[in-house]
């Protein structure tokens, strides 16, 4: 019914964000500012592992404009336990955050106090008066380090165990021509969002109301959560998300501020904020990734992969978060990634240690898995000597074998099955755009001092995480739309995306469009963004309410015009009859109420797939890096702004080259975290890898969503690690370096260098 | 991360500034650019009870050239250096050395007075300084003292500067004008501190003999330092392959950096190494066969 040649899904329409931050008009947490507010900062503890034997917090009070320092024994008896809200264990549970420590610190930055005061400097200055005598316990910085469990009622420090897997797996190693075992690891590190986290919470007692911004990601889900917690009802708060700097899977789970925060602001009756600055950040955010892997790959010897064997150990910190064991479980569950694998076991421990606790970040675990079975594959191809394309090739789940059925390696999950498309031909197309045949002459060559490498990366990435998502549209009086949605905007351009979907159906033009997200006044119930869902699940509720919201205005422009619907059409927001007589949005709403609410329900997740090559030269001499050229080719269905997912693309490369050679927290054997600064945790910045493309294909639709689009935000950062070091394996191959462990920092690779070098020298 | 309480004074002239630091003794501290100070503060590393801002004082901010040498006041910025288009010609291994230290907005605002009385071993003036010979005036209550960039710093982020003292201005010998020389450096990210670096110049006399060499490192120890062992490597050689690697071998057995979380000490002394070949090849204008 609309006009079909101005669409704008498909089209990489200008973001409306745009303006907004780039005039300096976005409206952040650390722009808010009410009446009367005051400011919190948290004592964290300097210690990883201890006995809290005494607080004194006298001093602190006594100081000027300090208006409480809050402790466990304010909270009560019971200190409330942050849920799991993904994959709810029972093995878990135990291992659980409490939102400040009581008895036992053990992690250096976990929450012992909150100061609020009348400033924030104030409340720093007070944090330093307040003391602690600890008794110190030994820190747990590695696996199998048992002798000190850090939960009493546990006998080691692992959380869960498990097996799975497909097939018949010894059978298949017992007959295979081929088999190397290597280990692998990735470090830990963290997605270090622009913003910080940040909080205001204002109580109002006469209504016994909570209302606290700064919320994102799963507002709806934390909104119960925090309920809960603090004996209110779930109406009696409002979590309101405003624009927010960056999320990339760790910011907006629920962390121990989200209660501290609120409980004080009702402890005060006074609005507090908390700004979480970027020195505690880095140790009280979720890190990521910290996981190694022992795999094996069994092949025939014309490089047909028989069977796969993995086993992930997963350093959790010291308490399991919200996230449960995502981390873990996807780096086994993508372990196969896409190829024929007919024979695959798994096995997860996730185990236990004094640092911070782990999350999400972008691409949870895909990144670990990929890096791991790349390299192998790599490492057999060359034992083999299969060109390593030729021998990814040869293994790549064909179209005619989808959709291929991936059941069982998560033994807590349903089935579930890899859907549409055609990973070979964006293999090949991988291979042309990096220019595979012409350059593999220079694999491993040294040129001016340089050796170059060329590596491939081929991955699947699933995204659209179910259950469910919600959106409410509603035509102003005006004649513009407002779009409420249950996702989450955390920078990445939903608010536009959205708009594109709902101008389309309705024929309003972008600029009379406004996309409200997140809070969870908009709508009674959303489900939030992580798992590349916002647009899938987002995006089709919002389809679904626009469709209804047209059939709406459709009814009433009929009544008005007095034409039956058959004779109607949308145009530029009015309604035409055949006959050329036209009534306006703006008149049709003022006539009443036009409204719609729309929902989108769906278990089946979609699977983006794609691969990443990286051409690069490395200094023998210093260990340098650089990466000369690097593409990404993905397939994501349906991309609703070319632009947005460009961009989405182009950033995860870059947080991923940072991955693969600058992000690392480094704990000491104490515990402490070495580099809590970004002096010392080192990122890329915007003119550290200039050279990076992505080309975004729409080949296969997805078939579970009315739009077809599949996650397209992480397919980016998936098979950095992959393609990264196999390239920079195959540049040092001559010199015997093997790659297997990340970051690869200059010192790092000049030390695998001199080994290779001595060993070489040894054995003549 | 906010800052410890402190009071904050912008005094107009030197003598004010220099009263002002003597009258808290050693809870003042002199703020330049701000740009290591500051963090300190954020960290709560530093915590004086006054700022006393020397950013209004005359006469600091210039840099001029004379026979005497090329003199900058100590409130030169990394930015003014770059702006300089004479030092290209006249102490091209300054203008070399300072292309690599930090990014925009601290080359901005950033000082070479503060770099100096900061001292961070990896930070390339204190480098120049110590490698050229520079002399630095501080004026305390007491007068003015001279001092060569060696004696100024004594060791990891220390000076004999005192509390009531002020780097008024550091000045660089002049260049001569057929002179060899050669700055690399290597830092994890362009603008950081370098995880080692090397200044390197040598005079070319009559029979093509190198003399008056000039080695200085960055980064391997607790301070900027100069190699004389490796300096008499080369003076009365003519620089050619052989020499300069031996000299790159005197070098590593030079020094003796520590391990820290960026690198391991083993790393850094071979960086230093392969710097300074790649640094005197450079200076001599010959390839070195490439050893990987
Ligand atoms: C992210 C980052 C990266 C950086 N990278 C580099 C780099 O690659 N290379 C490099 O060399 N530097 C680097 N720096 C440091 C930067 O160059 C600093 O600006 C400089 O070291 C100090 O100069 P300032 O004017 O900011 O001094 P301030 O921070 O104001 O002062 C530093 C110290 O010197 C004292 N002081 C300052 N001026 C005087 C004076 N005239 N007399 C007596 N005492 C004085 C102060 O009391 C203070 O103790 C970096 C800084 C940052 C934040």
């Not at chain 1, 009086?477 to 409420?484: C, I, P, Q």
């Not at chain 1, 340098?624 to 990404?632: E, F, P, R, S, T």
Request: glycine share 8%; aromatic share 6%; net charge negative.
């Amino acid at each position: 019914m609309s006009d079909a040649a101005k669409l704008l899904v498909g089209s990489a329409v200008e973001r409306m964000e745009d303006a907004r931050f780039l005039s300096g008009s976005g409206n952040f947490a650390d722009d808010l500012a009410v009446e009367g507010m005051l400011h919190a900062a948290i004592l964290r503890s300097p210690i990883a592992h201890a006995r809290i034997v005494a607080i004194d917090v006298s001093a602190a009070l006594a100081m000027p404009g300090i208006r409480s320092v809050i402790t466990a024994r304010d909270i009560g008896d019971a200190i409330p336990i942050i849920p799991l809200r993904l994959a709810p264990l029972p093995e878990f549970e135990p291992f659980c955050q409490p939102v400040i420590a009581s008895d036992k610190v053990r992690y250096v930055g976990e929450p012992i106090a909150v100061v609020v005061a009348e400033s924030r400097a104030l409340a720093e200055d007070a944090l330093e008066t307040i003391g602690i005598e600890f008794e110190s316990l030994s820190a747990v910085t590695e696996r199998g380090a048992s002798e000190t469990p850090l939960f009493d009622f546990a006998e080691d420090n692992v959380a869960l165990r498990y097996d799975a897997g497909f097939g018949d797996p010894d059978a298949a190693f017992a007959s295979a021509d081929y088999v190397r075992t290597e280990r692998f690891s990735v470090q830990r590190h963290t997605a270090l969002p622009m913003e910080t986290r940040g909080l205001l919470a204002e109580w109002n007692s006469l209504a016994g109301r909570l209302v606290v911004t700064g919320a994102t990601k799963v507002t709806f889900y934390n909104r119960r959560a925090l309920a809960r917690m603090l004996d209110l009802g779930q109406d009696d708060i409002d979590l309101i998300e405003i624009d927010v700097g960056g999320g990339f899977g760790v910011r907006g789970e629920f962390y121990p501020e989200d209660f501290l925060i609120p409980f004080a602001a009702r402890k005060l009756a006074r609005p507090v904020k908390w700004i979480e600055d970027r020195r505690e950040h880095l140790m009280a955010i979720n890190h990521s990734r910290d996981v190694a892997c022992e795999l094996s790959l069994a092949c025939r010897s014309d490089g047909m992969i028989l069977g796969l064997r993995g086993r992930v150990f997963a350093d959790m910190g010291a308490y399991i978060r919200t996230n449960g064991g995502v981390v873990p479980a996807k780096a086994a569950q993508f372990l196969p990634g896409p190829y024929r694998i007919p024979n695959v076991s798994v096995s997860v421990e996730a185990f236990m240690t004094s640092k911070t606790p782990v999350g999400t970040y972008r691409g949870p675990g895909r990144f670990e898995a990929n890096f791991f079975r790349e390299r192998l594959i790599d490492m057999a191809a060359m034992d083999l000597g299969i060109d390593v394309a030729e021998f990814r090739r040869k293994n790549l789940i064909t179209e005619q074998e989808l959709p291929y059925p991936i059941d069982g390696l998560v033994p807590y999950e349903g089935p579930t099955s890899y859907d549409t498309g055609d990973y070979v031909e964006v293999f090949e197309r991988a291979l042309k755009e990096i220019g595979w045949h012409e350059k593999r002459h220079l694999q491993g060559k040294l040129i001016d001092g340089l050796r170059h490498g060329i590596g491939l990366g081929c991955f699947v990435e699933s995204g659209g995480a179910g259950p469910k998502e919600n959106a409410a549209l509603t035509l102003e009086k005006d004649g513009s739309l407002t779009v409420a949605v249950g996702s989450s905007v955390l920078g990445q351009g939903l608010e536009t995306v959205l708009g594109q979907i709902a101008s389309d159906t309705l024929s309003i033009p972008l600029d009379r469009i406004r996309v409200l997200h997140g809070s969870t006044t908009l709508l009674d119930e959303g489900f939030g963004t992580y798992h590349s869902r916002a647009v899938v699940m987002g995006g089709s509720a919002v389809l679904d309410a626009a469709t209804r919201l047209r059939e709406r205005i459709s009814e009433q422009a009929s009544n008005h015009l007095g034409r039956p619907n058959s004779e109607l059409r949308i145009v530029n927001a009015s309604v035409v009859a055949d006959n050329g007589a036209s009534v306006s949005f703006a008149t049709l709403a003022a006539g009443g109420e036009l409204q719609a609410d729309g929902t989108f329900s769906n278990d089946v997740r979609t699977y983006s797939y794609g691969t990443h090559a990286a051409h690069v030269t490395v200094d023998p001499r210093t260990g340098a890096v650089k990466v000369l050229d690097y593409v990404a080719v993905e397939d994501v269905g349906r991309a609703i702004n070319p632009a947005i997912v460009h961009g989405q693309a182009i950033g995860a490369i870059v947080q991923g080259l940072g991955g693969v050679f600058l992000d690392h927290l480094i704990y000491d054997d104490q515990g402490q975290l070495l580099n809590a600064s970004l002096a010392d945790y080192l990122v890329p910045t915007a003119s550290d890898f200039p050279v990076l493309r992505a080309v975004t294909l729409e080949l296969r639709p997805s078939p579970s969503n009315p739009l077809g689009a599949k996650g397209a935000g992480e397919g980016g950062i998936v098979a950095v690690a992959a393609a990264t070091a196999n390239a920079v394996a195959a540049a040092l191959a001559p010199l015997n370096v093997e790659i297997r462990h990340l970051p690869l920092t200059p010192p790092r690779l000049w030390r695998l260098i001199k080994d290779a070098r001595e060993r070489a020298t040894n054995a003549a | 991360m906010k800052l410890p309480p402190l009071d904050y004074i912008c005094p107009a002239t030197l003598t004010e500034a220099i009263a002002a630091l003597a009258v808290h003794g050693g809870n003042a501290k002199v703020i330049a650019g701000g740009q290591s100070l500051v963090p300190m503060l954020a960290f709560r590393l530093a915590a004086p009870s006054v700022l006393v801002d020397i950013g209004q004082l005359p006469d600091l901010k210039s840099i001029s050239i004379s026979a005497e040498g090329i003199d900058f006041g100590a409130l030169v910025t990394w930015r003014d250096i770059e702006c300089d288009t004479r030092l290209a010609q006249v102490h091209p291994l300054l203008a070399a050395a300072i292309a690599h230290v930090a990014h925009y907005q601290i080359r901005n605002r950033g000082t070479v007075g503060g770099s100096m009385a900061h001292a961070d071993p990896a930070a390339e003036m204190p480098g120049i300084a110590v490698t050229c010979d520079a002399m630095l005036t501080i004026v305390g209550p007491n007068g003015t003292r001279i001092l060569r960039a060696d004696e100024f710093i004594t060791g990891g982020l220390s000076t004999v500067l005192e509390a009531d003292e002020i780097l008024t201005s550091i000045r660089l010998p002049l260049w001569k004008k057929a002179r060899r020389w050669a700055f690399e450096e290597f830092a994890p990210r362009h603008g950081d501190f370098a995880l080692a670096g090397v200044a390197a110049f040598y005079d070319i006399d009559a029979q093509g003999l190198a003399y008056n060499a000039h080695i200085g490192v960055i980064g391997v120890a607790d301070r900027p330092m100069r190699l004389p062992g490796v300096e008499a490597v080369l003076d009365g050689r003519r620089i050619d392959a052989d020499v300069i690697l031996q000299a790159a071998a005197a070098a590593r057995d030079a020094v003796d950096p520590a391990d820290d979380i960026h690198a391991e000490a083993a790393y850094r002394r071979d960086l230093l190494g392969v710097l300074l070949e790649r640094a005197l090849a450079r200076a001599a204008d010959i390839t070195l066969p490439e050893a990987a």
